[in-house]
């Protein structure tokens, strides 16, 4: 006699759980380990907020791009060595992430408060977290217990990371890729209601949208019009940037979605929101209930941190975010 379905299913069911429960993030995984750590995060996230308000942007960016390509395991926070080229190196993180230094000094002063203990990728998730609240955002509590990673490799970032030029169904794809809903890509999108973009990474839809056309007919003219004003054409300042919602670029406020609305979007990816009736539905949802779609963008941020995590005895806690252990 074989096996029982239900036998089957408790065993599944049993796996599941163990399995589970050995990769399990917890809320206030350091408070009896280190009880400072998120305190100490916190308070050179606000430094660095007080210095330049732009750096929360760049910490939230590096904590999608580190958990995106091999999972949140600070990948991205590596240096390049003679051997090795990083992620940080490679297109689209190379000419653009920012906030680097903020981890560096959190974790200076974690090492010396709890020696080996803080995680870089915990620490990215928490300054993006301490981002979201400074730039206005609602606050939420971050599992934790990652374990930082050992391998970051600049050809694996292209890959992972969707590129602004990304209809509705690339993007929808790369997310669904980690895990994550539409609804989730929808939600986490509202992310670039602060920060900055680089010219180079939209004037495709100012100057060379395609064959026949020169200017993304989806792009407001108006808008188009201020934008060639910041992003000359044929300029080879490739520092130039603009804000991505520039109503209020450093408010964490549902007014990205507002500017989706009226065809403001930034980027393709962005704008390709209202391609499909299911997304444009909650692109309208999120631009009249701001605090629905803060709390939303919560819940999806906390679910794309646990992607692909180590935890356990697995990876290790680095004791230089730029560094594996030796
Ligand atoms: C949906 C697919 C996405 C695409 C195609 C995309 C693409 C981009 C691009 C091209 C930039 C500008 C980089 C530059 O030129 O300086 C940018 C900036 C930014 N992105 Fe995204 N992104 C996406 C999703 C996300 C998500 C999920 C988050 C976080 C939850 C996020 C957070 C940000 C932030 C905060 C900035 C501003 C960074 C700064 O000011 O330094 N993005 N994104
Ligand atoms: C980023 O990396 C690409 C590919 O290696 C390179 O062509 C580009 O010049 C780099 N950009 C910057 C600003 O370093
Ligand atoms: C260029 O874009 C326009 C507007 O979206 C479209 O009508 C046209 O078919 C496109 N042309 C080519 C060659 O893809
Ligand atoms: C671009 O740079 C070159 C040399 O660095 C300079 O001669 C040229 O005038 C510049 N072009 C523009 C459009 O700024």
């Given at each position: 006699m074989g096996l029982s379905v239900g036998m089957l299913l408790a065993l599944a069911v049993g796996l599941c759980l163990s399995v589970g429960l050995e990769a399990q993030l917890q809320i206030g995984?350091?408070?009896?380990?280190?009880?400072t750590a998120e305190s100490i995060v916190r308070d050179e996230v606000i430094k660095a907020f007080n210095r330049d308000k732009g750096l929360a942007a760049g910490l939230l960016r590096m904590h999608f791009h580190d958990c995106f390509v091999?999972?949140?395991?600070?990948?991205?926070?590596i240096d390049s060595t003679p051997s090795n080229t990083a992620e940080?190196?490679?297109?689209p993180n190379n000419r653009s992430l920012r906030g680097f230094d903020v981890i560096d000094s959190a974790k200076a002063r974690l090492e010396t408060r709890c020696e080996g203990v803080v995680s870089c990728a915990d620490i990215l998730a928490f300054a993006a977290r301490d981002s979201v609240l400074l730039s206005e955002g609602l606050w939420y509590e971050v599992p934790s217990g990652r374990r930082d990673g050992r391998i970051s490799l600049a050809s694996e970032v292209l890959a992972n990371i969707p590129a602004p030029f990304f209809n509705l169904d690339q993007v929808t794809q790369f997310f669904a890729n980690k895990g994550l809903t539409q609804e989730q890509m929808v939600t986490l999108s509202g992310a670039h209601t602060i920060g900055r973009s680089h010219c180079t990474s939209f004037s495709n839809r100012l100057y060379n949208f395609n064959s026949t056309t020169s200017?993304?007919?989806?792009?407001d003219p108006t808008y188009a019009a201020e934008l060639k004003k910041d992003c000359p054409q044929g300029?080879?300042?490739?520092s130039l940037v603009v804000p991505m919602n520039p109503s209020s670029p450093t408010v964490f406020d549902s007014a990205y979605y507002t500017d989706v609305l009226a065809n403001r979007g930034l980027f393709t990816s962005d704008q390709s929101?209202?391609?499909s009736s299911a997304t444009a539905s909650q692109v309208t949802q999120n631009s009249n209930n701001g605090y629905q779609w803060k709390s939303k963008f919560n819940a999806a941020v906390v679910e794309m941190g646990k992607i692909s995590v180590f935890t356990g005895t697995d990876g290790e806690i680095r004791l230089n975010c730029r560094v594996i252990n030796p």
């Open positions: 995984f350091y408070k009896s380990k280190c009880s091999r999972g949140c395991e600070a990948s991205v926070l940080k190196d490679a297109p200017q993304d007919p989806t792009l300029s080879n300042d490739t929101l209202l391609t």
